[in-house]
């Protein structure tokens, strides 16, 4: 595959029939509790694979942790969780590799297979596709809020519950459903990765932004005050490629912008295919999808929220 899209992974053609998908994340942690940092951490980790429509295979562990600072026990929870989540995942962890360092950090690097007649990547989105979004966004700015522990217990409940969940339903569905194109929204936010998109598929995509989901408790906290460095950066990066005919509440404006941990797929398919992934996607045991837009013709900006 050429670099030129910036697709979620690399692909190495095995075959005309088989193909490797090669991807890695790790970061620091993003919720307190050392289970459900791990389990995050593999969910993120494997969701770039598949948003490609790939099935993961083999995962190994990165580390890295502070001796002597924090008790082993710490790690031994952090890597039950992603042991935990990977398994779920269909994949194996077959072992990686930790570095002494002043800053907990985890994350895996993963490897499945994909039959290249299948594969989706995020350069075939086209005119007249419905743009679908398997996760609600919020998280960035939901977790900036919990490291100044104004996160109350059911809030930080309901958004580690969003960033622990898989990607598995919502890629097998848009892989049966015959999807043009896909991308997972991460840390670019909602914007960055339409953007990505629509560079690459030669096209605009149309965004509903109160159309958009959000989990219970976003809104709640951007108009607090609670705005990561990452939501700032992508504001002020990706304005210039965003054009804002909408009258939604600026705050919820500025959520499109917000870096997503373990965010859902965001999915170009023919309106006709919308059917035949709602029951691929319940099928899978998937929770939750929304339709937030459109692929119109190239205008001037790669995104118009509307």
Request: aromatic letters at 6%.
């Amino acid at each position: 595959m050429s670099s030129d899209t910036v697709d979620d992974a690399g692909v190495y053609l095995l075959d005309e029939h088989v193909a490797l998908v090669f991807t890695t994340d790790f970061f620091t942690p993003i919720v307190d509790d050392a289970r459900d940092f791990g389990r995050i951490a593999a969910v993120n980790a494997v969701s770039d694979v598949f948003a490609m429509g790939a099935r993961p295979l083999i995962a190994v562990n990165i580390v890295c942790f502070p001796d002597g600072d924090l008790p082993p026990e710490i790690l031994a929870e952090i890597l039950l969780g992603g042991q935990e989540k990977m398994g779920e995942a269909g994949a194996v962890i077959v072992g990686g590799h930790s570095v002494s360092d002043r800053e907990l950090k985890y994350g895996l690097a993963v490897v499945g297979l994909v039959d290249p007649e299948r594969m989706v990547v995020n350069a075939g989105a086209r005119p007249g596709d419905a743009l679908v979004l398997t996760k609600p966004i919020g998280t960035g700015v939901m977790t900036t809020a919990l490291k100044s522990e104004a996160l109350g217990a059911d809030a930080l409940e309901r958004v580690t519950k969003v960033m622990m969940r898989l990607n598995r339903a919502a890629s097998a569905a848009m892989t049966a459903a015959g999807a043009h194109a896909a991308t997972d929204v991460t840390g670019f936010g909602l914007v960055g990765h339409a953007c990505s998109m629509a560079d690459a598929s030669g096209v605009t995509l149309e965004i509903a932004a109160e159309d958009v989901p959000l989990i219970d408790g976003a809104l709640d906290a951007i108009t607090a005050g609670f705005r990561p460095g990452g939501l700032l950066g992508n504001e002020q990066y990706y304005r210039r490629f965003t054009e804002s005919l909408s009258g939604a509440d600026p705050h919820l404006l500025e959520l499109m912008n917000d870096p997503q941990t373990s965010g859902g797929l965001l999915v170009a398919l023919s309106d006709d295919r919308l059917d035949p992934f709602a029951q691929a996607y319940e099928k899978a045991g998937g929770d939750g999808y929304w339709v937030i837009g459109r692929v119109v013709e190239q205008g001037e900006k790669p995104v118009s929220l509307v």
